[in-house]
């Protein structure tokens, strides 16, 4: 019933003045509830400077929780200039979530062209998304091996870097993760890519293990290994007390 609800809402958007987009956010706004149902939300996102512009409706279902991931929820892709609906994109997730509060626009292929994604999966210390990208042939929105594989990190932070074309994501924060005294950026689990073709390709790799004697602390490594002639291989191993110092 509520699905059904959730496709009558989306019909009754309205299509009959020239622009449906006038008003709209284009991204989410800072603190919004995931974890609170809602209405449909409708946000505007121009996919370049010269490029169409697009109304991106998400809604939830609201189902309880999963022990695999299900259909919990739909996105619309409209036309601003006239509201025809072009895609109906289907939201997996094994948890009720509100997908809406976490719809962000970014170019995470660095083909000059805003893609979206929206939070699937939550814990207290990591998350993960999913991701589409705009297909310039088409007009639509795509997945492909990059979203997927962007969709299979579990990570606390990600970032996308233009400039380099890379991608950085920092693991899971919690007491017993990275190194004690240092940010997790420093002394954390990260992780760097370089996107190829459509494609994550794993270039550096930084691990944390804390050292335990007798329960006792003793020190905390971090791990460098860095991709060389398409080998990962370690390249450095560093040493850090609980102030987080580096130690011999």
Known sequence: MRQRLLILAFCGMPTLWADVCDGLPTDSPKGADLFRSSKPQSFKLPVNSGGPAFRITVG?????LADRPIHEGDIEVARCRDGKRLQLLPILSDQPLNFGASFHAEDINFDGYFDFSVQTEFAAGWGSRSYWVYDPVSSLFVENELTRGLGRL????????????????????CAACGCPGMTPDQGGNVDRY?????????????????????????FCTVTVSELVRGTMRVTEVRRFNAHGKRVK
């Open 60 to 64: 939830a279902f609201f189902n309880e």
């Open 194 to 218: 370089r996107v190829e073709n459509n494609r994550l390709i794993l270039i550096q790799k930084q691990e944390s293990a804390q050292i335990y004697q007798d329960r006792a602390f003793q």
């Open 154 to 173: 579990a990570v606390s932070n990600i970032h996308f870097d233009p400039k380099k074309h890379e991608v950085s994501t920092t693991g899971e924060v």
